[in-house]
Structures are given as C-alpha cells and as structure tokens.
C-alpha cells in the first residue's frame, strides 16, 4: 500500500479516519487498533474493504485453519489480525514505513499462542520478491489496494510470483474510478476472475482471482 495521504476535510468519513483508534469484533474477540492518519496517511486507517472481507471470510465459513496465507497493503492489521484468529499461518506485509505501527496491533491483539503464527514482513510490490518463495501461499488477500495506477504493474507482478496454481487471490474493494475497471481488466488478462460477493451498504466488491481455469472450493 502506497503511504500517500488523502486530501483532510469534513465529510463521512472524518471521524472515522482521523480517530486515533478503532474497534471491532470478530472472530468471538474484541479488536482495537491503532490508527495514526496525520503520520502514514491510508496505510494507518481502517477502511471499508478491510471490514467487508473480515465479514466475507467468517461468515461463509471459510475453513482456514493451517492455511498458509499472505496478505498485501495490510495497514493497520484487521484483516491479517482476523484471518490468524481464525486458525490460518499468516504473513502479514506492508511498506516499510508502516510496519512498526502494523506490528503493535498484531501484537495487542493477538493472544500469545497464535502471535507466532502471524509475521509482519516488508513488501513493497515488484521489488525483492525473492525475498518470499514463489507459490508459497494458499491464499492472497488485499482489501482497498487498488487505487493508485502507477503500481498496478507492480502488483500484478507480485501476484504472479506469489501464486501457483492452487493459490486464490481475494481482492475486496470499491470501484470508485474508471482506473479501478482498468485494474480488473489487467487482472483479467492474468487470472480468472469471479465477483463472489457484494455489500450493498458500504458498496464494497470482493473479486476472487486464479491462474488458469482452475477452481478451488474455497
């Protein structure tokens, strides 16, 4: 994720945002994360997507116990924080800017037993990727990592090297501009890609995406 700030202001959002913490429950745990807006800008704020996919992921009931999984532009940890509670191994990555406030909330909110199943690892994308084992993982999440064009290629390259062929990608995000269609598309070109569920209330897509023509029951 890309540490670049929003333009501040009034709006829905404001609150949200700009509050110093943020909390939520999951996985039958209270969450509390720190957000720190004025510092690392998106990269430390909890957004929508992150929330819609916590959802997705226990509601469907997902068996993703001893599941190795990584997840990319992480922030603050929500998401990488709820897929360890709920049984999987766990990396959890971001700009090196963000990762020490990434790693607090790992911390505060993991029980001791699970904290070591959870690692927080630098990755920024299409740069040392030899740095993670290609096709390692059996699932990549993002949640609102979709936004800025000039890393789309980046992206994509670090999904390749990510996956093989039993791997799924799982994308939550809101389509808010024409250049996010454009991202689709180029994954489209790369993967097979379903839309397998939208939240209507906060208008947020989850995309899952595999090589080939390959389905997994996930």
């Known amino acids: 994720m890309a540490l670049v700030p ?5 709006g829905w959002t404001a609150r949200q945002l700009h509050s110093p913490w943020a909390t939520f429950h999951f996985a039958s745990r209270t969450i509390r994360l720190q957000q720190d807006w004025r ?38 940890g929500l998401l990488g924080i709820v897929v360890t509670l709920l049984g999987a191994r766990v990396t959890i990555t971001d700009r090196a800017a963000a990762l020490e406030l990434l790693e607090s909330n790992v911390q505060a909110n993991l029980p001791p037993e699970l904290r070591p199943r959870a690692v927080v690892k630098e990755l920024t994308w299409g740069k040392d990727l030899d740095n993670f084992s290609p096709g390692a993982f059996d699932l990549i999440l993002g949640a609102d990592i979709v936004y800025l064009e000039e890393t789309f290629a980046e992206l994509l ?20 501009y024409e250049r996010d269609l454009k991202f689709l598309r180029m994954l489209r070109e790369r993967f097979s890609v379903s839309e397998v569920h939208y939240d209507s209330s906060k208008d947020v897509h989850i995309y899952k995406a595999q090589r080939g023509s390959r389905r997994d029951d996930l």
């Open 6 to 10: 929003y333009e501040e202001g009034g």
């Open 39 to 76: 510092r690392l800008g998106v990269a430390a704020v909890v957004w929508d997507a992150a929330v819609v996919l916590c959802a997705y992921l226990e509601m469907e009931s997902i068996d993703l116990r001893d599941r190795s999984v990584i997840e990319l532009g992480a922030g603050t």
């Open 157 to 176: 390259q670090t999904l390749e090297h990510l996956c093989s062929e039993r791997t799924v990608i799982l994308l939550s995000c809101r389509i808010r």
